[in-house]
């Protein structure tokens, strides 16, 4: 059996997310080169040796952290816990990185006066029943994450809908009467009249490096993951 | 691995399929002779059904798949369902009591070992006059299809302890609508039981704005909705105005009294040998107030004949072990419940269980639209038992 390859890091190809990251590591020593500028998807790691740079898109990198093919990756947390089954067995946080904050929250309309809390969603989900011989439909694209959340809060009685985009737009659209969804900033809900409920935060999300437990790795990357972590561990150089 | 099934190594061919083949043809000789007429449902369902009786959650434990002309459909997760709906189909008028076997598909979570492919074999009993000789009768059968290969422990329960504790305290109908739904959720149940109690918290401050919009006359309560946001969604502002108006009654009904929450809670904790539950039950309901002690009445009465059907039918009543809450982890059963364990196998599921489900035979429809067709159905599982069976041999 040969060696298995040397340590590998999966690192966002573009957009806010690779800036960020390239700036996080450099504050920490490390370079992340030629993935600032080239639309070849190659680079290479500097200040650190052992590390092989894969460069993939944000969204591929939960799939590869669980697959094991990439030792290391950065990514969100919340395409991690909605991505990957059962993810604490599969990985690891190394660091959460304070970037790339993202709230994913549930709102409904903020014409709903009575409806304040997801407790008071439930009632309203079997009033509605009630009145519309239909479950109330519940727009997102984070359904395991949705579905855990409701469950734990000891709400039944609801569909969920697939939307994948433009979310926050459903419920004028009447495809859905309330949403799970990531925001920022809020504004994008305000402007179309839905409002977060008061203990509706599912989960505030932030860019983390993870650490896939089930990657193959040789004697040699082992030493070589341990020296990357210390000098993680030791902070901004 | 390909000839693995569940519980048992290796039995999808040769001799350890033709032992499971004799058994299951043994199961289903049990159940012909109590009378039942044997039925096939498809494997696959109509999805919409499952999801509008059971909710999101469904999809975490089924199967879920779709066909361009018939839309959703799941691969059966159990038989129940299944079956309700061929009696329905027949016509559903008269009393039928039917048997089946076969597969059915559970999705399981990661990394669980449970199968996610196993067979099932059951009763499924609608519209018996008696429902006490009924239940007797189907503990009965379903102990007898589990055969005497193995020592059994049972488990019995009753939902209708719960649902009548919740009918003894005397509460506004939309918090014993609430409480019902969540009869199934433990934890919610408890937390919704708390809240309507003294210690409910104060409103928020917009609660406090809706609450005295409500108490300002209806047009008011329509400007405080209008001066919110513009309508949004299918949600109309007359049921968003319904629900204040709602709230608003909830707020100024009095809160539970302690005692009545403690009552609830007490009757949900009995368990023990059946005798001492029932006495238990009784004592408890002897300190209640008079609605409470009202509602467990009949409820108890019924218990009582139940262990003296059974004691008819040579079951040491008595002695069989009760949990009152056993059976509400189990949506739609909502009266007696039980299971049998293999004593000494803890690796095994239980080998078989079952109880009634009146409530959802008329959320399906079925019986004269007079009110629900009574239902009771029990299931075994062929491959566990021959598991058990032969740790029990070696």
Same mark, same amino acid.
């Given at each position: 059996m040969t060696e298995p390859a040397a340590l590998k890091l999966g690192v966002p190809s573009k957009g806010r997310l690779r800036d960020a990251t390239v700036a996080w590591f450099a504050a920490r020593g490390i370079g992340i080169e030629n993935a600032a500028s080239s639309r070849e998807y190659a680079g290479h790691v500097t200040g650190i040796d052992g590390v092989d740079l894969v460069l993939l898109s944000a969204g591929e990198i939960p799939r590869e952290l669980a697959a094991g093919r990439i030792h290391l990756g950065v990514t969100g947390e919340d395409?991690?816990?909605?991505?990957?089954?059962?993810?604490?067995?599969?990985?690891?946080?190394?660091?959460?990185?304070?970037?790339?904050?993202?709230?994913?929250?549930?709102?409904?309309?903020?014409?709903?006066?009575?409806?304040?809390?997801?407790?008071?969603?439930?009632?309203?989900?079997?009033?509605?029943?009630a009145m519309h011989g239909q479950p109330l439909r519940i727009a997102t694209?984070?359904?395991?994450?949705?579905?855990?959340?409701?469950?734990?809060?000891?709400?039944?009685?609801?569909?969920?809908?697939?939307?994948?985009?433009?979310?926050?737009?459903?419920?004028?659209?009447?495809?859905?009467?309330?949403?799970?969804?990531?925001?920022?900033?809020?504004?994008?809900?305000?402007?179309?009249?839905?409002?977060?409920?008061?203990?509706?935060?599912?989960?505030?999300?932030?860019?983390?490096?993870?650490?896939?437990?089930?990657?193959?790795?040789?004697?040699?990357?082992?030493r070589d993951l341990d020296r990357l972590t210390q000098r993680l561990r030791d902070g901004a150089a | 691995?390909?000839?693995?099934?569940?519980?048992?190594?290796?039995?999808?061919?040769?001799?350890?399929?033709s032992a499971l083949a004799d058994e299951l043809a043994r199961i289903a000789g049990v159940f012909a002779a109590s009378g039942a007429e044997t039925v096939e449902p498809a494997a696959l369902q109509p999805a919409d059904l499952l999801l509008n009786l059971y909710g999101e959650d469904i999809r975490a434990r089924a199967y879920l798949t779709d066909d361009p002309v018939d839309g959703a459909l799941v691969l059966r997760p159990d038989f129940t369902v299944p079956v309700a709906l061929l009696h329905r189909a027949s016509g559903a008028l008269s009393p039928a009591r039917y048997t089946y076997q076969g597969p059915i598909w559970r999705r399981q979570a990661p990394g669980s070992a449970r199968p996610t492919e196993y067979l099932q074999a059951g009763v499924e009993s609608?519209?018996?006059?008696?429902?006490?000789?009924?239940?007797?009768?189907?503990?009965?059968?379903?102990?007898?299809?589990?055969?005497?290969?193995?020592?059994?422990?049972?488990?019995?329960?009753?939902?209708s302890v719960a649902l009548a504790a919740i009918r003894g305290l005397e509460a506004p109908d939309r918090w014993v609508a609430a409480l019902r739904r969540h009869i199934w959720r433990p934890?919610?149940?408890?937390?919704?039981?708390?809240?309507?109690?003294?210690?409910?918290?104060? +409103? %928020?401050?917009?609660?406090? !704005?809706? &609450?005295? *919009?409500? =108490? #300002?006359?209806?047009? /008011?309560?329509? @400007?405080?909705?209008?001066a919110a946001a513009p309508e949004a969604g299918l949600r109309a502002r007359a049921e968003i105005a319904g629900r204040a108006t709602a709230l608003a009654q909830d707020a100024a009904a009095p809160a539970l009294a302690r005692a009545r929450i403690a009552f609830v809670e007490a009757a949900l904790s009995v368990r023990g +040998? %059946?005798?001492?539950?029932? !006495?238990? &039950?009784? *004592?408890? =309901? #002897?300190?209640?107030? /008079?609605?409470? @002690?009202?509602?467990?009445?009949?409820v108890l009465d019924?218990?009582?004949?139940?262990?003296?059907?059974?004691?008819?039918?040579?079951?040491?009543?008595?002695?069989?072990?009760?949990?009152?809450?056993?059976g509400r982890a189990l949506e739609y059963y909502d009266g007696f419940t039980f299971e049998f364990?293999?004593?000494?196998?803890?690796?095994?599921?239980? &080998?078989?269980?079952?109880?009634?489900?009146?409530?959802?035979?008329?959320?399906l429809g079925l019986g004269d639209g007079s009110g629900a067709m009574r239902a009771v159905g029990g299931v075994v599982r062929p491959e566990a038992m021959l598991a058990a069976a032969r740790g029990a041999a070696s």
């Open positions: 395409l991690v816990h909605e991505k990957i089954p059962a993810w604490q067995d599969r990985l690891r946080p190394v660091a959460r990185m304070g970037f790339g904050h993202a709230d994913l929250i549930i709102a409904v309309p903020t014409s709903w006066v009575d409806v304040e809390t997801v407790a008071d969603l439930d009632e309203a989900c079997a009033a509605f029943r694209k984070y359904h395991a994450l949705a579905r855990g959340f409701l469950k734990r809060a000891g709400v039944a009685d609801y569909r969920l809908v697939d939307s994948q985009g433009a979310t926050e737009g459903v419920v004028r659209n009447q495809a859905a009467e309330a949403i799970i969804d990531i925001t920022s900033s809020g504004e994008t809900l305000a402007a179309n009249h839905l409002k977060v409920l008061s203990d509706g935060l599912i989960l505030a999300s932030q860019a983390t490096l993870w650490l896939a437990l089930d990657a193959p790795l040789g004697p040699r990357a082992a | 691995m390909a000839a693995h099934r569940a519980y048992l190594p290796g039995a999808r061919m040769g001799s350890g399929l609608f519209g018996d006059p008696d429902p006490i000789a009924a239940d007797a009768d189907m503990f009965v059968l379903i102990r007898d299809a589990l055969g005497g290969a193995v020592p059994l422990r049972a488990m019995t329960g009753d939902l934890a919610r149940f408890r937390a919704v039981l708390e809240g309507y109690g003294p210690d409910r918290p104060a +409103p %928020s401050e917009s609660r406090a !704005a809706l &609450l005295a *919009a409500v =108490a #300002a006359g209806p047009d /008011a309560l329509d @400007a405080h909705i209008v +040998p %059946s005798g001492d539950a029932l !006495a238990a &039950l009784r *004592a408890l =309901a #002897a300190d209640a107030p /008079a609605a409470a @002690a009202a509602a467990m009445s009949p019924a218990m009582a004949r139940r262990l003296d059907a059974l004691d008819a039918r040579g079951v040491d009543a008595a002695a069989l072990p009760f949990d009152a809450s056993f364990c293999a004593v000494g196998a803890a690796h095994l599921p239980p &080998l078989g269980g079952g109880g009634r489900y009146d409530a959802l035979t008329m959320r």
